[in-house]
Every structure is written in C-alpha cells, then in structure tokens.
Nanobody, 126 residues
Framework: QVQLVESGGGTVQTGGSLRLSCSASGRTFSSYAMGWFRQAPGKERDFVAAISWSGGSTYYAVAVNGRFTISRDNAKNTVYLQMNSLKPEDTAVYYC???????????????????WGPGTQVTVSS
C-alpha cells in the first residue's frame, strides 16, 4: 500500500500560480502511475492530469492543458502539479491518487486508482 498527502493549496487571484505537491510513503513510489483529480462543490470529481511511473508519459484534461504541468521525482517520492494562469473555475479540492495496475499508461478515470490523499483546497478569486 501507499499513503498520500497533498500540500500547497491556498487562495490565489485569477491569473496566479500554485504548485501542489503529493508526498507518498509506503510501497515503492515508482510502482505507481499518479494522477491528480479535483472536485468542486456540488460537482463530480474530475480528472486533471496523470503521469506514468517514469514520468515519460503525461496526460491532461482539456480544461487545463497548456496551463498545468504534472511531474514527479521518484527519489523524493513526490508528484507535483504546477498550475499557472489560474481561473475561478479551477476552484476545487485537489486530490492525488496512485494506480499500480497501469504504470505505463495511466488512466483518466478515478476508478482506476486505488489510493487517494485527503485533498487540498485551491481557491481562485476573481
């Protein structure tokens, strides 16, 4: 198993930037593909970005492509989400998740991920 904890959330103005981090402990971090998801109040959880175990493949939701960047440092057991040009519609709780069945080609659906962090709030003010 792996335990995940997100950090780096906060409140930022429209157009600002934040970098989220997700630290993992437990089983070898490189065993997992990693994903970021978000959930706004009253809405379903949405895919944001995912990265393969090596970092060689990345995937993004259309809504964030070109503004967000996912990366990982396996030596530090950490995955990052750099968020630039933030918009009010990016306001949500952001979750990181781990998937050990699709290391090479991570999925865009939450059901593929077995392990989740508690989430971190991101608020973008207009």
């Amino acid at each position: 198993q792996v335990q995940l904890v997100e950090s780096g959330g906060g409140t930022v103005q429209t157009g600002g930037s934040l970098r989220l981090s997700c630290s993992a402990s437990g089983r070898t971090f490189s065993s997992y593909a990693m994903g970021w998801f978000r959930q706004a109040p009253g809405k379903e959880r949405d895919f944001v970005a995912a990265i393969s175990w090596s970092g060689g493949s990345t995937y993004y939701a259309v809504a964030v492509n070109g503004r967000f960047t996912i990366s990982r440092d396996n030596a530090k057991n950490t995955v990052y989400l750099q968020m630039n040009s933030l918009k009010p519609e990016d306001t949500a709780v952001y979750y990181c998740a781990a998937d050990d069945r699709n290391r090479l080609a991570p999925k865009r659906v939450g059901a593929a991920y077995d392990y989740w962090g508690p989430g971190t709030q991101v608020t973008v003010s207009s």
